[in-house]
């Protein structure tokens, strides 16, 4: 009887903002949302807070001199009602069986979070229960049921135990239907495939330990049918030019880069990537973020076993080693 209500309660509170927009944030609460013209000392005035309290509250930023307009910032000691934090997720749109990962700023710290995914105007048909870190954040992976049927929209919902509403994120549109491909003579297509993006100081907490404390976090893209999947994925990963993926905030190693792929070649289970352009690095825990995107992408691949990485003719490691 407990279990049910508690349940019902959960339900409740998600719905209760459905129809909030979860961009309805005020100037001061528990998140900002970077404009033109804001660095962090202007935030830290308008927010009544310091740059350091900035800094400790939001570790994805690497650089204190460089924000970005659109990007999310958790303001600290503030906390709110229903909607004053924010829910991430990405991708924003995939064929059912999607992995979604979330990604939830603003929350009390510490604190139990229930988070739950399901149909817009329904009810949550899975339910997590996670705690938030110390500085209020919280990251996870929900999956899309192979149920879900195209031109649906489904909401990931997240709301604190203590009574609190909760919030929502944007829609994530249920697109096409799993159904394999159909096979070509002597071949098989694949659509779809990961990319690799980087959870900073994450510790290996929700994907693979990589670089200075981080983990390599996959997100799964869709594409025409191809007999070349990695050749379809690098070519995606590639074209990502902003530091961090959408509104998730997950880092791109690869964002100050110009690199195009020239080919890649699977022999004997070792696939041998060949890159040309420019390769440019922000700093020494960069190259291990960098060649993990890169690998990563390519070992998700059962014919796969070893991955060697060319830039321009010269081995990966070795550009790598001298920009470090």
Known sequence: ?????????????????????????????????????DNLARIAQRCGTTVQALLAANPQITDPNRLFVGQVLTIPGQ????????VAIYPLSGLPGSSITVIVNGLPPNAPIQVGL??????????????SDPFGGLQTVVTVPNSAGAGQQWVVGAAPLDGSAGAISRPFVVSGSTTPPTATPGAVLFDRANIYMIALNDAGQTGQAVGCGDSAIPVLRTFQPTVAPLTAALQILLAQRSQYYGES????????????????????????????????????????RLQAQIELTALQFATIDRVTINVNGQPLSQLLSSQG
């Open 118 to 131: 399901g149909p817009v105007q329904s009810e949550f048909v899975t339910l997590q229960q996670l705690t």
């Open 1 to 37: 009887m407990k279990a049910s209500l508690i349940r019902f309660w959960l339900i409740a509170a998600f719905l209760l903002v459905f129809t909030l927009p979860v961009s309805a944030q005020s100037t001061c609460g528990a998140t900002v949302t970077v404009a033109s013209g």
């Open 79 to 86: 906390t709110g009602g229903a909607g004053s934090f924010v």
């Open 249 to 288: 905030g997950l880092y791109n190693a690869l964002y100050q880069s110009s690199l195009a792929l020239e080919g890649v070649n699977i022999v004997n289970r070792e696939a041998i990537i060949n890159l040309v352009g420019q390769l440019v690095i922000g700093g020494v825990c960069d190259a291990p």
